[in-house]
């Protein structure tokens, strides 16, 4: 077993410390991708890491706020991808603290426009499902890193840019190709925390197992029988974005050459991890309306505060669109807060602005 220096062991008693207060596992966590970025092979600080997610609390925020933007029942392959982004934005702490080697979000200003090309080709695969996407994407990130009179910088945005839309194993590539040509410790830091995700994808808590879209179709059937299945949606989509899209869609690998892949390599099922949440409701799920989850409950309430037009038709479509959402039980243990923190004030941020007390419990 490999022996680290006295402040590793010191680092990681702070993060378990850290880490045993309510929100705290995300700082916590950043303190293990710290030790990581210097020592990659701890698995002390990787396994540490995991079980900061595994705090219950920490899985129901999550599980909440990814809700807002998918259902649980959606289970799309894309929307798996979407799940993972969000996780890593909503957990990760890297962002701030790194910022200042992202400070053009845009990336570079001499080839910022390849690149917004190569980010919206992402976005068909990230927001459509269109994996085809990803190939012309990396086409032309290439052609970018290949012109720009700083390719560090370049290749320092290509990977955050994979990062933060949840393609793990494309950030860590190009990152490794960064930390391989330049010394550059923020990336490294940045490259830590991915090679993490990208290896533990499989088993955060709070997200739901793979699916191929048939618990959606199912959901779909009873919600708008006429909306596409899961297999057309993706012809439709390129269907249209043809019309405009940066380059004329093309198959990357022949359909004959593709066939004798499929033929030739074996079709071994992904196991699944061992879930600390029971996701067997999903399969028994009877696609009716149901009563409004909580979060849901207590927007309503702040919206019906406000009698104006704007919040009204806000209100209307909240509760249209949230009709088939499904209620997150909260954890039945108290969330437990540091006692050396003041606790939160919402006065002190909407100052006189009314405020449901209950508002930000699961938001």
């Known amino acids: 077993m490999p022996t680290y220096p006295e402040y590793v062991y010191k680092t990681l008693a702070r993060a378990r410390d850290i880490g045993q207060w309510y929100c705290g596992q995300s700082d916590a966590a950043a303190l293990c991708f710290d030790v990581l970025a210097l020592f990659p092979d701890c698995e002390e600080a990787q396994e ?3 079980g900061l997610f595994c705090d219950e609390w920490t899985i129901y925020d999550n599980r909440v706020a990814i809700q807002q933007n998918i259902d649980e029942w959606d289970d799309r392959p894309w929307q798996q991808r979407r799940r993972l982004a969000l996780s890593y934005r909503f957990m990760s702490r890297w962002d701030g603290k790194y910022q ?3 400070l053009d979000r845009d990336g570079p200003p001499d080839v910022q426009k390849i690149l917004n090309d190569g980010k919206i080709e992402l976005l068909g695969a990230y927001c459509l499902g269109d994996e085809e996407c990803t190939d012309y994407s990396w086409t032309i990130f290439a052609d970018a890193i290949q012109k720009a009179e ?3 910088k370049t290749l320092f945005w290509i990977g955050w840019q994979y990062a933060d839309l949840g393609f793990f194993a494309d950030a860590a590539e190009a990152l490794g190709e960064l ?3 330049f010394d550059d410790a923020a990336a490294r830091r940045l490259l830590a925390e991915i090679i993490w995700w990208r290896d533990n994808a ?10 191929d879209g048939s618990l959606y179709d199912r959901m779909m059937d009873f919600i708008d029988p006429t909306a596409p299945k899961t297999k057309d949606y993706v012809r439709e989509v390129r269907n249209e974005n043809q019309k405009e899209r940066i380059a004329p869609y093309r198959p990357t690998i022949d359909k004959q050459l593709a066939n004798l892949f499929t033929q030739s390599i074996p079709n071994e099922k992904e196991m699944p991890a061992t879930s600390i949440v029971d996701w067997s409701f999903l399969d028994k799920d009877d696609g009716q309306p149901g009563e409004p989850a909580d979060w849901v409950k207590k927007r309503i309430r702040m919206y019906e505060k406000w009698k104006d037009e704007l919040h009204t038709e806000m209100l209307e479509d909240l509760k249209r669109t949230y009709k088939w959402t499904r209620n997150i039980p909260p954890p039945s243990t108290p969330k437990r807060y540091d006692p050396n923190e003041l606790p939160f004030n919402p006065s002190e941020i909407l100052g006189d602005t009314e405020w449901d007390d209950e508002f930000d419990e699961g938001i």
Do not use: A, F, M, T
């Open 48 to 50: 540490l890491v995991y």
């Open 100 to 102: 200042e080697n992202i």
């Open 150 to 152: 700083d390719p560090q």
């Open 179 to 181: 930390c391989s040509r």
């Open 202 to 211: 499989h088993r955060i808590p709070w997200i739901p197992p793979k699916g």
